[in-house]
């Protein structure tokens, strides 16, 4: 149980007890609980039952007397003005029936959920005094895309124990309404009036519930004179209003978070904010793996009459291995990278400042290792999991749960197997996010892309850079493709290793609509160390969001691309086709430094060319290496490629995959003037294929030089 301290008392509210070393230091504004907050002893379902109360009248904005139950379920728009809602009679397991006709309203709760064919709901009781369980609201939802159906009370319930970041009361709910089962719901505690009182705070305090809350300043938070918004819906819209009446501090708060020339920890973090709770937060939901709180589903809480501003959780659905659930990943919908742990953070204006601190994400990752061993445990979990189990599962097996499970599993027996195959593993999921996390810390951090413009015949793409926390450099790959999945055979076009944040050249494709993507890879460990950026291309007929893409159209042809090659040094034939692109110039000695490469084909040939950053030295050319995959082939390949053209013999592969095994095929036509090469391969010596991938691959230690090895593929 959380320690009974009150809040600003100086030198209490000591965050973790003496037994350990902790990174949190007491602070004069720590928040904390008073004991008896939550509900006592083991989890238990509690049985609501709703007679509905249906009037006479319309169901109209002002006037919803007339609405049923199938009215308020269709409300699929929260943010309009229409909000029906219905009387209905409330009794449960601990409030029994008081003989009134109806003593609550019911309405719909929710934003995407309310799209769902299982709703979730607010039970509004009449009555300011006679309440249940010292609550008006009951908030009941569903999680129809939580498997387990426990995630969200696990966490919650977690979090009791866990100090700088208060908890949420919750309850599991089987409902009826007019006698109909309903199934299974998580009350979850309403953060309100009766919220801040049970705690000790001003009912007059300030809550905001985050929902496209970034921490930037934004036009829609405008206030007038005394603190009001001056559109109350476009402010809720960024951050709804819950609690409170006057915002002056809050706008204050965000001009000086977003002033970058004032001192980040006297002028914001210690005025603005409590370090102890920024931290807690943070750690929880990477430990938990939320990869759904980046600018929304928290809430902001600035008590009356003070500066500080506490983050207070909510929504804990998309956890506890959300991004592995295997319907998830089936579905396609598996969140990118940037929603995991710092880079969650970094989205958001307040995360951003603390990270770039220098020694901060130091304090996260101590911060992180100390809950997970002290508050997040196997052990911990386990129980809690354990005591839910057989209150759950039996609900779970008739309708309408049963109907409505998260799983593409084809039985009701497998589907319960799968069930519980994700129901026992997660006592396990802190330590894999935990070592998630540690992964996760060496990568860049994400980035906006610009919208890429048009100047004269060539293309622009600009894009913030980059931030590598550890100080690694960090360079870019661009890609183009006419298709946002960026499959192998829809990339048009290819630069790799740019090091700097925007990059020109010719535009050399047809007019149309095409889609781009930046990945940033850091120079430590570029393969395992990458970051996309921060833009989504989301498909509405297939329902599908690409991560890191965005959309752009061009609408004159580019240079037109002829076949007429001839073998002849001449790389003027070339011009608008050599789309392969290494800017990483290597350090001298150089012999083997790609700058450009191309390929084109025509029915009965496939052509290469290059041109080398030096002069290409005859005497060594076979320094100088084509991999070739055969994308049609079905044979094993080095390493994947089929082919090898040294210098200008071809050879084609006979090991196991691994072994350096191959087979003399033919001396090829080409030409070679200064550091430009070409060649013309007959398809009849490729298996007659149509579809092809290069890597261009040199390395100078053939040479007995000290420069490394040098790649450029497509």
């Known amino acids: 149980m959380k320690q009974n301290i009150l809040v600003w008392s100086a030198m209490v509210g000591v965050a973790f007890s003496s037994s350990w070393a902790t990174v949190f230091t007491p602070l004069e504004t720590d928040i904390s609980e008073p004991d008896g907050i939550y509900y006592q002893g083991d989890a238990t379902m509690l049985r609501v039952d709703l007679r509905t109360v249906i009037g006479q009248g319309p169901c109209e904005v002002g006037d919803y007397s007339g609405c049923t139950l199938d009215d308020v379920n269709n409300d699929t728009n929260k943010y309009d003005d229409f909000k029906p809602e219905i009387k209905v009679h409330f009794q449960s397991d601990d409030f029994p029936d008081d003989g009134k006709t109806s003593n609550a309203t019911l309405r719909l709760r929710g934003a995407s959920s309310r799209f769902e064919d299982l709703k979730s ?39 009791r124990d866990i100090p700088n970041l208060p908890s949420l009361r919750t309850q599991f709910v089987h409902m009826y309404i007019d006698n109909q089962d309903y199934g299974l719901f998580t009350h979850v505690e309403n953060v309100g009036k009766e919220y801040l009182l049970r705690r000790g705070f001003n009912k007059h305090s300030n809550i905001y ?42 706008l204050e708060m965000l001009n000086a978070l977003n002033d970058y020339s004032n001192n980040f920890q006297q002028d914001v973090l210690s005025k603005y904010f409590n370090e102890n709770n920024l931290l807690t937060w943070e750690a929880v939901n990477i430990l938990m793996g939320n990869t759904d709180v980046t600018t929304s589903n928290f809430y902001i809480f600035n008590p009356k009459g003070k500066d500080t501003f506490y983050f207070l959780p909510w929504d804990y659905d998309s956890t506890w291995g959300y991004d592995w659930q295997p319907s998830i990943v089936q579905g396609g919908f598996v969140p990118a990278k940037r929603y995991r742990g710092p880079f969650n953070f970094w989205a958001t204006e307040i995360g951003r400042r603390y990270l770039l601190q220098s020694g901060n994400l130091n304090k996260l990752k101590l911060a ?51 069930y519980n195959t994700i129901y026992s593993q997660l006592a396990s999921t802190v330590e894999i996010n935990y070592q998630r996390f540690l992964k996760d810390l060496n990568s860049p951090m994400p980035f906006h892309m610009d919208t890429p413009y048009i100047e004269g015949d060539d293309i622009v793409f600009e894009w913030e850079p980059s931030v590598d926390l550890q100080g690694d450099e960090v360079s870019y790959d661009l890609e183009i493709s006419t298709s946002y999945n960026f499959e192998p055979n829809e990339i048009k076009f290819r630069a790799k290793n740019l090091t700097t944040n925007s990059f020109r050249t010719k535009w050399m494709l047809p007019k149309g609509d095409y889609y781009f993507r930046i990945i940033a890879r850091d120079s430590a460990n570029p393969q395992e160390n990458w970051q996309n950026s921060f833009e989504e291309y989301y498909d ?111 050879y084609r592969y006979t090991g196991d995959g691994e072994s350096w095994s191959w087979e003399f095929v033919d001396s090829i036509p080409h030409a070679l003037n200064g550091s430009f090469a070409e060649f013309a391969i007959d398809k009849a010596s490729l298996d007659n294929a149509t579809d092809f991938e290069f890597l261009f691959y040199g390395s100078n230690s053939y040479l007995d030089l000290e420069t490394p090895a040098d790649t450029m593929s497509n």
């Open 121 to 159: 709901y607010r039970i509004k009781l009449d009555s300011k005094h006679d309440l249940w369980r010292g609550e008006r609201k009951l908030q009941l939802n569903k999680h129809l895309s939580d498997l387990t159906r426990i995630k969200n009370k696990l966490s919650f319930d977690l979090m």
């Open 209 to 250: 519930k985050a929902y496209h809350f970034d921490f930037k300043l934004n036009p829609k938070l405008a206030l007038d004179a005394d603190g009001h918004p001056i559109d109350q819906k476009a402010f809720d819209y960024i951050l709804e209003q819950k609690r409170g009446k006057d915002s002056k501090k809050l």
């Open 368 to 418: 992180v290792e100390e809950i997970k061993n002290n508050y997040l445990t196997p052990a911990k979990v386990k129980a809690l999991t354990n005591s839910y189990y057989d209150l759950v599962y039996p609900i779970l097996h008739q309708s309408p749960d049963l109907d409505y499970l998260d799983s593409n599993q084809p039985t009701d027996e497998l589907i319960f197997q799968e």
């Open 540 to 650: 509405e007929i297939a329902d599908h969001t690409a991560y890191g893409v965005d959309n752009f159209h061009v609408d004159f042809d580019g240079i037109q691309i002829s076949n007429d090659i001839e073998i002849d040094g001449d790389s003027n034939d070339w011009q608008g086709k050599l789309n392969f692109i290494d800017a990483n110039d290597i350090t001298t000695p150089n012999v083997v430094d790609w700058r450009f490469g191309g390929s084109i084909q025509d029915e009965n040939k496939l052509y290469l060319a290059y041109i080398n950053d030096d002069t290409i030295d005859s005497n060594k050319f076979w320094a100088w290496h084509i991999f070739i995959d055969n994308k049609d082939s079905v044979t094993e390949g080095y390493f994947g490629y089929d082919y090898l053209l040294e210098g200008a013999n071809l």
